[in-house]
């Protein structure tokens, strides 16, 4: 029988030398397995195998393409081709003018030595009760305040994440997520060995229909939910479909993990916890707060839930470093984050204003407030063909793929990272973007010399 991996590893080097172009469909397995004599079930394997590498993406009704190039390598090579300075409209941390000032005055006391030793302390997942204290005043929201004895912390909110679905999954559980989610929930399931389920949603969040459906059809072990500036589509859940979300969870017994992590920019929104404080898991964090160097994830428990979530914290070594929760507690006392949130809102609207001025006319969707955007690309552009033509100009954004649980329906969508660039590198962007969209993927902005789509046709055999 024929090695299905020996011809995807042939199919793997094409692409890797660039013979096979991002957004280039592949043929229909039948026409692939005759050209190559085998069978069309060793066919199905090698597209298979080529998915489970991320090289490819399957979408339903419309056949396998070549995926842009990982961000982290790809993108950026193409970035360093394109011949001047990037622009990254992946990363996404907002800083304010004048944060370096601002943190540096709150932790000039910890350099005292007395204070250092204590401040360099190991720390248990509890934390300390000054750090309990300062986390529910910071979390407090929407008529929802935490008592201190259910509050955790960990390293960053992607641990905290982590530790709140290893301690509510066993290997081999479902975990209900809006059918785009944030891609750092996709590795840390595929880490723990637990299946992500995509749910629908529309204009208002997440349908509760959707995990009645998916929890009668199997049952679910947990919901993973951002009712809050949804990463990507920063849609916001009503406290009516929050209500709805948590009377479905309670009626089937569900735990909820609410991630909480761009809230601070939406002062209306109300926590799912409200609701369901007895299911509801949330988590939060520092990083998009204040500063991603040195943070702190938050994590509020069900009280019944405290030890079992901290005995996760510990077992995988996520649990806060001392010196980061005594440095937390003095921002959050002093003002500090209050004066950084406020700085980040207005920033973030001067950033949404940009928006809306560059991509007029195109449907993107975004809320005033938040730090990204979701471009709906015209036809006939496809989101990894478009991102490696952004790439080739320079330009990092994300592909929905990156955000889709099912791989066979992904969205023809980028999501844009507005923190990061100086407005005027973003303003600059979005035009050259905008440009690109209307130029089309035969154009002449599609890619040239780095590979884009607008580049030669590829040379080596046909797959």
Not at 235 to 264: H, K, L, M
Not at 373 to 387: Q, S
Not at 420 to 444: I, K, M, Q
Request: hydrophobic letters at 45%; charged letters at 20%.
């Amino acid at each position: 029988m024929t090695d299905y991996r020996r011809i995807a590893d042939r199919i793997a080097a094409d692409i890797e030398a660039g013979r096979l172009r991002p957004g280039q469909r592949l043929p229909p397995q039948r026409r692939f397995a005759r050209r190559h004599g085998i069978a069309a079930s060793t066919a199905g394997r090698v597209y298979g195998e080529l998915v489970r590498r991320g090289l490819v993406v399957g979408e339903v009704g419309r056949g396998t393409f070549v995926r842009a190039a990982a961000p982290a390598d790809g993108a950026s090579a193409l970035v360093e081709r394109a011949g001047g300075p990037p622009v990254d409209l992946q990363l996404n941390y907002p800083s304010a003018p004048g944060q370096p000032e601002l943190l540096a005055a709150a932790l000039a006391p910890l350099t005292r030595p007395d204070v250092l030793a204590d401040a360099l302390r190991p720390a248990a997942a509890t934390g300390t009760p000054a750090a309990r204290d300062a986390a529910v005043a910071l979390l407090a929201a929407g008529g929802w305040r935490p008592r201190p004895g259910q509050v955790l912390f960990a390293g960053n909110a992607r641990q905290a994440v982590a530790a709140v679905l290893a301690s509510l999954v066993r290997p081999g559980g479902r975990v209900g997520v809006e059918e785009l989610t944030y891609p750092l929930v996709k590795e840390i399931a595929a880490r723990i060995g637990v299946t992500l389920v995509p749910l629908a949603v529309d204009e208002g969040g997440l349908r509760p229909e959707s995990v009645t459906a998916a929890h009668r059809g199997a049952p679910l072990s947990a919901l993973y939910v951002q009712p809050t500036l949804h990463n990507p589509t920063s849609v916001t859940a009503t406290g009516e479909r929050c209500a709805e979300i948590a009377a479905v969870a309670d009626a089937y017994g569900i735990p909820v993990v609410e991630d909480r992590i761009w809230s601070f920019l939406h002062t209306a929104a109300e926590p799912l916890a409200v609701h369901a404080p007895h299911l509801t898991h949330v988590v939060d964090g520092l990083s998009k707060r204040v500063a991603p160097g040195l943070t702190v994830g938050l994590l509020v428990v069900p009280e019944n839930r405290v030890e079992t979530v901290a005995a996760a914290l510990r077992s995988g070594g996520w649990t806060a470093g001392r010196f980061a929760l005594e440095a937390a507690v003095r921002w959050i006392g002093d003002g500090t984050v209050a004066r950084l949130v406020d700085a980040k809102r207005a920033d973030a609207a001067r950033r949404q204003r940009i928006v809306r001025e560059e991509l007029a006319g195109f449907a993107v969707r975004a809320d005033p407030g938040a730090y990204f955007a979701w471009w709906e690309l015209p036809a006939p552009w496809r989101a990894d063909t478009f991102t490696a033509a952004a790439a080739a100009h320079g330009i990092a954004v994300t592909p929905g793929t990156a955000f889709a649980v099912d791989p066979r329906r992904t969205p023809d969508a980028v999501r844009l990272g507005l923190a990061t660039a100086a407005e005027p590198d973003l303003a600059r962007a979005l035009r050259t973007l905008s440009a690109v969209v209307a130029d089309g993927p035969e154009g002449g902005s599609g890619g040239g010399s780095a590979g884009g789509p607008g580049g030669p046709p590829p040379t080596a055999r046909s797959v």
